[in-house]
């Protein structure tokens, strides 16, 4: 199954800020995903990353939030923007191969 | 749509005992369902996946599940609990043709002396 790494691992950003975070894959891959998982709840699909095209978003997320580049078949990014306190969650990405095998570690945020 | 319920948010059980964490799913077609465990500052980690191949699923570290499409279950068990498995358990469930994970609220399992 492919490899997924993230950066950071974890940051602590003040309100109003940005954060990107990077998800890299060993691997080529269609579909990349991004997730978030807010303290003490499960995981909620952000959005879609492909490749050569617009993310996808999922309902209660938008583009000017979460923008989300996809520049190649292994890379990926995904900036939460203007930071607030509800932001601090973990976030992680997925990738699709041959259906869903696994996540990156996730990456750590907190705003201050 | 396609959803998943997992029915125990938290889960206790004596070290040695077995381990049921439950899980239904409500989906409109053939659907392909996983089970994975996070424990404490720790990453996901995919203990086992359906995919429309045998019912009954092995996983990692002792863990299996059955599908049950009669019941709309597939519910994770373990003969025998031991303390390393204390985590949080989540079952999801793939929505749709774009592999799209669903959640489930996930299931605290505690292992007691």
């Known amino acids: 199954s492919a490899v997924i790494s993230q950066k950071p691992s974890r940051d602590i950003c003040q309100r109003g800020t940005s954060l990107t975070i990077q998800c890299q894959v060993d691997?080529?891959?269609?579909?990349m995903f991004w997730y978030r998982q807010q303290p003490g709840q499960s995981l909620t699909l952000i959005a879609t990353?492909?490749?050569?095209?617009?993310?996808?978003?999922e309902s209660g997320f938008v583009i000017d939030k979460f923008p989300i580049s996809r520049p190649n078949l292994t890379f990926s990014t995904l900036t939460v923007s203007n930071l607030s306190p509800e932001d601090s969650s973990i976030y992680l990405c997925?990738?699709?191969?041959?259906?869903?095998?696994?996540f990156g570690p996730g990456t750590r945020l907190t705003v201050t | 749509a396609q959803s998943v319920t997992q029915l125990d948010s938290h889960v206790s059980v004596s070290e040695g005992t077995p381990v049921l964490l439950r899980c239904n799913y409500s989906?409109?077609?053939?659907?392909?369902l996983f089970w994975y465990v996070q424990h404490p500052n720790k990453g996901l980690q995919l203990l086992l996946k359906y995919t429309s191949a045998a019912t009954l699923v092995k996983g990692i570290n002792g863990f299996e599940a059955e599908f049950k499409k009669s019941e709309t279950s597939f519910h994770l068990t373990k003969p025998s609990a031991h303390m390393s498995d204390a985590a949080e358990y989540f079952c999801?469930?793939?929505?749709?043709?774009?592999?799209?994970?669903?959640f489930g609220t996930g299931t605290r399992l505690q292992v007691t002396l």
């Open positions: 691997s080529q891959v269609t579909m």
């Open positions: 997925s990738v699709e191969e041959s259906g869903p095998t696994g």
């Open positions: 989906s409109s077609y053939s659907p392909s």
């Open positions: 999801l469930i793939n929505t749709g043709t774009a592999s799209k994970l669903t």
């Open positions: 990353a492909n490749q050569g095209s617009e993310a996808t978003y």
